[in-house]
Each structure stands twice: as C-alpha cells, then as structure tokens.
C-alpha cells in the first residue's frame, strides 16, 4: 500500500469514519480503522458492531498510488495525527505488512497497524427495499423525534425512534413513556414492502451528525439491520428487536379545548418560571384569555407569568407538567403560534404547530392528587 | 427597600459579584448576594471569605427608587432570575423585611432572602500604599504567569502568583518548581513601600475574567490582603502566607548555547509530535542547523519533524521535556521568534521572546538516564 492524498480529503473522510470506532476495549480491533486501497480508490470503514461507517475516497482525489494493500490503524491516533499533520499532500506507506509510515516534507511518524485477520468482514450491501429521503429533511425528522427517546434500558423497545412506512406514508415516533413525538412524510416513491423497524437512540444520532444538506439518502431495509447511503458514504445500524407499541391509539382524537398561544412568549415564561421548580413540576392555569404559567419552591420563593391566548371556548381548565418535557417539545416547532389541545387535568395533553399538521407532541400531565 | 432598574444595568453587575458568591455550603449567608440601596446608588457584594467583590450601580443608572433597605438574596437563583427577566425594565421591592417582590409587566416571582444579620461585614478601605495599572496590562501579566502556579497543596505558597514591586518596578512570578514564568513592568509611579506577596491562583484569575480592556486598575496593598479598584467594582482578595522562595537566582547568566527557532513553526511540531508521546516526554535535538522534535510510544509507533534553526555557535545538544510545560510556555510569547538559551541536557532550559526581554520562561529538563 502507498499513496498520497490531501490533507483535507483524508480528514474529511477521517471525521466521518471515527464516529463508529468502538471506545469499548473488549474488541481491540475494533479500536481501529481499516485502510483499503484497491482499483476503485481508498475505502475507510470503522465498526463497534452497533454501526458500521464505510467511506470512499475516488482515485480523483487521491494525487497518487502505487501498491494496493490494507491495514488497520488505531482510531483515535490515525485521526489525531492527520488531523494536526502540516496542510500538505501526506504520504502513506504500508511497511513489512505491519505499520505505516505517514510523511510530509519535514515529518514523519510510524504508526503500528492492529492484526489485520481480527478486523471483522461486514456485509453492506444494498437491496430492493429501499426509500429515497432528502437530507435536510431527515435531519428535521431525526431533530423532531429522537429527543423523545427514553434513556431507561427497562424497556428497551422505547430508547429508540421507530420508523413505519407504508406506501408513501412515512411515520416516525419516539416516546419514553411520558412524552411523545411523532412526525409523518410523505416520500417520493413507495416502498416495496411495508417496513416497522427501531433504530437505537443514539445510532440515529451519529447519523444525524454526519448528514450534509445537500445529500440524497437511500436508506435500504432488512429484517434485523438498516443501510443509508449517501455522498459515498455507507452507514448500517443494527436495528432494535420487539414491537413497538402501537402509539396511535394513544393520541386523542377529540378534545374539549384548544388554545393557541405564542411558542415564544409560552417558551420564554415556562423558561423563566421553571428556575424555581420543584422536581421539574410547574403549573399551567387557563383561565378566560389569559394563560399562566407558575410554579413554587417552598422555603426559596414562587413565580408566575401570564400570556394572552386565544381559546374556541369558555372552558377553563388547570394542570401541572414536566417542565424539561415542556420546553424539549416547544424547540423543535416551526411555527410561531401553537395550539394546545386539552381534555382535562389528567389528561394527555397535544400540541401542534398552527400549520403543521405532520408534527405532533404528547405530553402526559404530573397527577398532582 | 424599592428601586426599578434596567435588566442589563443589574445583570453586568450581578455576573461580576457572582463570582464570589460561595460554591461551598458551610455559611448559608455566603451563598447570597447582598443589596444595599442608599443614598449613592445600589451596592451588591458577595465574598466567599476568600475574595470579595462589590459593585456599586449609581443612582443615574436606577430608574426610580423609594425606600432605601438591605437584604440578601440566594446568588444562584438570583443571577438566573434577572438573567432570564424579560429585557424591561425590573421592580424590586422588599416585603416584610424577609423578601424581594421582583416583578416586570406580565411577570413576577417572590423570592426569599437569607438572614441580613448573619452576612459578614467586610472592610473594603483603600490606603496609601497602592500602584496603578493599565487594565490590558494586568490581564497580560496574569496570562503570562498565572498557567505555572502549582496545582498541588504540598507547598501552598507556590499556588499563588508573586507579586514584587520596588519603586517603579513590577516582578511578576509563578512556578510549579517544574517550570517557572516571570515578568517584568516598569510602573507609571512608584509605590511607598516595597511589596512581595503571593495571591492564589485562582482568585488572580477570578480577577482576570472581570477585568475590561479600558479599566485603570488602583492596586491597594495590606497586610495580609489586597484590593484592586476599577470602573465601579472592588475586588478584594486574601494572601498567601509564608515567603516566596527567592527564584531569581534559579534563572542562568551565562549560556553554552543559544538558538533562534520560529515559535509557529515549533509549536505545531511539538504538538504533533507529543500526540505519540509516553508520560508527556519529547525528545528535542540540536544538530547543525536542525533542529529534531521526536517522541515514541512503544506498541504504537514513533514520529519525528524536523524545524531549521539559527545558532550563536557549533554546539550540538539534545534533552527531553515535558511538552505541556514547553507549550504552555509558547503559547504566552508574543513574538514571532524565540530564543532558547541552553546549559547542556541537564540544565534549566531558558525561552525569551526574540524581541521581550521582560517576560522568561524557565523548564526543567526531564533526566532520562
């Protein structure tokens, strides 16, 4: 193996890859990165056995080659060092099959490959049943639903965002049990089969933040993995086992009351009220057009803010929330008003943007009797 | 106790005093933030029994106000409360002597104060025997020195930063008996009567992070505390006890060697060079006119740049360092070049700015045999 690449090009691809490097020691192979240079160009892939992150780098960017070879070079080091080498073409060479010495005009560095036949083979192939998904609106989807997510391994199920497409219908969950998000899309071609598959929490994540805005995502499913693909990238999730619970019959579907009220002006007063708060509990009261938000800390003090809104009728109503749920579910609407949809004290409570109608949050309400 | 005042007028005032409010819980009291609103303005002062900070807003920066009065708030929710405010104007008014009704036009929070009579009453006197700085000044000196200090409790007095002023000289000094910095500035007037005291580290720094570039600084010294005045703000700190040990003699005279490198241009190449490094160690080699920055992790692998150099004669030398220390010290030196004045692989190593005879940095070499 010896080529000679730029430093930016590497370190591009590098950022990318190290994502999936394991920081577990329980595989020491998969501690590290393995390097391919074939005919086709350079390809980088790092797994930890939860995800896997392949990414090609074309003979167009690579300045020159001249032996293919493999070897794999521990993460956190390979990164570092091209990360903080001079900007200048870096040339890599494959020494006695065991390291590589990397070089610019006045450096150089010896770096010791890891055993190269303990380096997992994982299959990332593409197959039939696939969607086709503009990047920035995954990004709003992964944004809109994965904060829901509980981080409680007690129900496994539910600590990862569960994706249901149907022809053309793509809906996307996520609920720890107390709050729920759950987004719908409509996608630009249909599925061959329908699909209803979890992907872990923090899986998703990593994809997020890899995700570029221009990119178009193909993202291919199989009964226990997920592969997405994009701008010579390659990045596979295993996917979660069990049902996910069927949410929809949680979300009400009549209400005894609505009101819209502005995200930013309730953002703010649930924001500042929430300062003194116990156990993240604070009060919303509606009564006439004035909302207000309160909240007590026995022994320190009490606050309240009161905002107009508008109402479809008369009803009053009061009720207590988690305040944390609160705001995590006003950040991630569009719109500037909101409409709140209540029925009861201790009743879910739904809220929407005014004019989207794709997105919808559900929080439970604290029981405070 | 009742005044309206602008929320940034308060909060710039209020991030400054907060600084010294107590962290620990061993006094209720120092955990608050003291008002007093008289006839010249409101006073806020906190102090953790190791700083002291007071602010003073004058009364052409209050709205309106009524009754004088004192109370003490919770810093913590204080400073989180006015920090979050509305950006109005804010009402405070005192109730039953026992609490603050805060209040902007939709909202309000009531909010406990602590006992008044258990708030220690700290004297914030100026004297006679006092230097004036240039603000920009000061923060230099303590960026230049305060990153040496000792972090470790064995020897408290070399925790702090040094202070030496005779006549219209300043000495500025901090070691960890493992490297040294030290700077000089000449003063606009002399003080009465020479000074040397050591302020710990941390309050130096504290200082440093509420300083202004166009304060004049007003440095009083006592016994066993100092105050600096500026732009409105008191900031009093305790000393440390016992005598700086006399480091003057510790800086050589008299040089085998001396090289000129480019600081850039040896700073990324230890930075480079250290990520492969074991116990923070890296090899530095004079050779001609080369100079080699090396360092091995056995198991990993090894690297090495090579920097050209000037030399004020044929002497070739190599000793190895700790690469946090060598940074550290270049990362303070303002100049394009340096000099490194060099004893043999066993001796103080000594860098100066090309062109800064007033600031020196002092390393130890590590003994590898």
Sequence with gaps: MYFIIKKDKLLEKLNIVAKAVSTKNLIPALAGIKFDLNDNGLFLTATDND??????????????????????????????????CPDEDI????????????????YKTNLNGIELSDYPNIELDENDNFVVLNSKILKNIINQTSFAVSLSEARPIITGVNFKIEDKILEVTATDSHRLST??????????????????????????????????IKMFFFENKILFKFNEILFQTRILNGNYPNTSKLIPVEFELAIKVGLRNLYDAVDRISL?????????????????????????????????????????LEFTVNFKFLTDALKIIEDENIIIYLNGEDKPIIIKGENDNRLTELLLPILTN
């Design 183 to 216: 987004k719908t899309v409509e996608l630009i071609q249909s599925i061959q089969k329908p699909v209803n598959v979890t992907i872990p929490g923090r899986n998703i994540n990593e994809l997020k933040s890899i995700l570029n805005d221009e990119d178009e």
């Design 91 to 106: 040339t890599f060479e494959l020494i006695d099959n065991l390291k590589v010495l990397i070089s610019t005009s006045n």
């Design 276 to 316: 003194l708060s116990n156990d993240y509990k604070i009060k919303i009261s509606i009564s006439g057009n004035i909302l207000t938000v309160s909240s007590t800390v026995i022994e320190v003090g009490n606050g309240e803010e009161k905002i107009n809104i508008e109402k479809n009728n008369d009803i009053n």
């Design 51 to 84: 995800i896997t992150i392949k990414a090609i780098i074309n003979n167009d960017d690579i300045v020159s080659k001249k032996n293919n070879g493999s070897i794999v070079l521990p993460g956190r080091y390979i990164l570092e060092i091209i990360r903080k």
